[in-house]
């Protein structure tokens, strides 16, 4: 997959038995989150979404977030590099959150993101910011923006 500086993904482990399963989502100390180094929680959230959408793209200015799909979920996220003088501009690349495998996934600011729900069941996104919500921080480029030439069409291999 293609790099982008300051992209973070992180393998969570998935404790079961006989009784279900955890997933440890992250150790804070003083809102501090112990994986990601001066990433400081101050906002945790949740969205539902039904199958097959798309929520595209947008990007924080100053905001990081960190997500997490829950195991029995599956979202395609594209994340597009579009911050001006980056060493990784221009560069795309699209990771599958959840299906069966725990992890989190770090979003810098100026890194445009968006997800389509993947499979027939609506599906959860948890994920934490290190900003309170500010709609004067979010940029919107629409899906089907020409200028990113993405095609949402999930990819068989």
Do not use: C
Not at 43 to 66: C, W
Not at 107 to 133: C, N, Q, S
Request: aromatic fraction near 10%; charge should be negative.
């Amino acid at each position: 997959a293609p790099a982008i500086a300051g992209l973070e993904v992180k393998d969570l482990r998935r404790f079961n038995d006989d009784g279900g399963n955890f997933t440890e989502l992250g150790r804070l100390t003083g809102a501090m989150h112990a994986d990601f180094p001066g990433f400081e929680v101050r906002q945790i959230n949740y969205s539902e979404m039904e199958p097959g959408a798309i929520k595209a793209f947008h990007l924080h200015r100053r905001q990081t977030d960190v997500w997490f799909v829950p195991p029995g979920d599956k979202m395609l996220v594209i994340l597009l590099d579009v911050r001006a003088g980056s060493k990784s501009q221009g560069a795309q690349r699209r990771i599958v959150l959840g299906d069966g495998h725990p992890r989190l996934l770090r979003i810098p600011p100026g890194i445009a993101h968006g997800y389509k729900v993947i499979g027939t069941e609506p599906a959860l996104l948890v994920y934490m910011t290190d900003r309170f919500y500010d709609p004067a921080d979010e940029g919107r480029i629409a899906y089907n923006d020409g200028g990113i030439n993405y095609d949402w069409e999930t990819q068989h291999k």
